[in-house]
């Protein structure tokens, strides 16, 4: 825990962005840290072994090693396009796959109604806070 890494391409130019952030409270010297992952990944991605696609056994190699990949792929793309023929539609066509069924359960209204007083409970006191915090200075609390 405490590093997280956003990788972004850019299929127009073809440009890589990486933000690195690591959490202050859980790591010791969080910007170092930051700097020497970025540092390896860079030197990491500037050195990476060419594929060699012109030699006959690297070529089938990799040929192999796509056709394997789609051939696990495709049963589980078909099972999400079936699972999305049956799915509602928003407003603008976009499937919408979450539980539409309307199935909820007494636990789950009881687990609604006690985190809107947990929220209003912690929540409550710190946002008065300001409002009366000048009449207890004036009375002398």
Known sequence: GGV???VCTSG???AM???IVVTNNVVDRPRDLA???AADIERTLLHLP???TKTPSRRLSLEDAMTKQVATMRPLIEKDAE???GAGRLIDGTAFAGDSS???NTSTHFCLVLSALIGILVSGPTTGMQFYMATLQH???
């Open 4 to 6: 997280k890494v956003n």
């Open 12 to 14: 127009a130019s073809g």
């Open 17 to 19: 962005v990486i933000c």
């Open 35 to 37: 700097a020497a992952l």
């Open 50 to 52: 060419s594929i060699d």
């Open 83 to 85: 699972h999305l023929k």
């Open 102 to 104: 309307g199935a909820y």
């Open 139 to 141: 009375s002398g609390a």
